[in-house]
């Protein structure tokens, strides 16, 4: 019988790689209306004009992403370190998701060092694709070890 860490784990994945689903899918149709051509970021100056409105919703999706992150750490456990350790993975599985779903989606990124717009709040944050898959990879794996040793 599977202990209830394991468990806990287990609905946190299922939970961050369907978000992942879901994120990839908006950025999906994001993508082909902003940049039909293809996207193809370097630096922020090449970033599609969007409308004020559309960037309004889309920051406050961005911002509702971490907190439903946060509220599914905070629902998994009672304890302070084992809610923290349940946002660091589920982030961590949601992020790594998200790239797999793009990758299957859209065949992006092309290569590891393909630049891309991590996030948009407070301003926009660009870097190649490694760094968060090298970042969430280690974080998503020391905190799933911390998960399941408690």
């Known amino acids: 019988m599977p202990s209830n860490a394991f468990k806990t784990a287990l609905f946190l994945s299922a939970y961050a ?8 899918a908006t950025v999906v149709y994001l993508r082909e209306l902003y940049y039909p051509q293809g996207f193809f970021i370097r630096s922020a100056a090449d970033l ?3 409308p004020a409105h559309i960037l309004t919703v889309e920051l406050w999706r961005e911002a509702a ?23 660091l993975y ?33 301003w926009p944050w ?7 898959l090298a970042l969430f990879a280690a974080v998503g794996g020391a905190s799933l070890y911390y998960l399941l040793k408690k």
């Open 17 to 24: 790689v369907a978000m992942a689903m879901v994120e990839a």
């Open 48 to 50: 599609a004009v969007i």
């Open 65 to 87: 992403t971490i907190v439903m992150l946060i509220a599914v750490g905070w629902l998994a456990s009672p304890r302070r370190g084992m809610r923290i350790a349940a946002f």
């Open 90 to 122: 589920a982030f961590s599985v949601w992020d790594l998701g998200y790239y797999l779903f793009l990758y299957l989606f859209l065949s992006w990124p092309p290569s590891l060092g393909t630049t891309d717009v991590y996030f948009l709040i407070p």
């Open 126 to 132: 660009l870097g190649p694709v490694w760094i968060p």
